[in-house]
Nanobody, 118 residues
Framework: QVQLVESGGGLVQPGGSLRVSCATS????????MNWYRQVPGNEREVVAS????????NYTDSAKGRFTISRDNAKDTVYLQMNSLKPEDTAVYYC???????????WGQGTQVTVSS
């Protein structure tokens, strides 16, 4: 049974930091590209950061560059998103996504709320 479980969301003040984690099971983690998406009610889900299977290549949306860092631990089947210098516009539900680039299989977590507010 495939599971992706996000944790670490919460309320943080502007300028603060937060690390969200996604613990996975039920599939071969190291063969999947891992992505973090976020969604605000009424808007489409947007990709925030992406990391290759071996962790050597990362990509970020423009608004996340220089502030967010995606990483993964293939020994723990877990992906992380470190978010620094948070802004109110980062407020969203953050979702973990596993994507297999050969078989086009996607798995999703249930999401974790991140709220940036004073």
């Amino acid at each position: 049974q495939v599971q992706l479980v996000e944790s670490g969301g919460g309320l943080v003040q502007p300028g603060g930091s937060l690390r969200v984690s996604c613990a996975t099971s039920g599939f071969i983690f190291k063969t999947f590209r891992m992505n973090w998406y976020r969604q605000v009610p009424g808007n489409e889900r947007e990709v925030v950061a992406s990391i290759s299977t071996n962790g050597l290549n990362t990509n970020y949306t423009d608004s996340a560059k220089g502030r967010f860092t995606i990483s993964r631990d293939n020994a723990k089947d877990t992906v992380y998103l470190q978010m620094n210098s948070l802004k109110p516009e980062d407020t969203a539900v953050y979702y973990c996504n596993a994507h297999h680039e050969v078989f086009y299989v996607d798995y999703w977590g249930q999401g974790t709320q991140v709220t940036v507010s004073s």
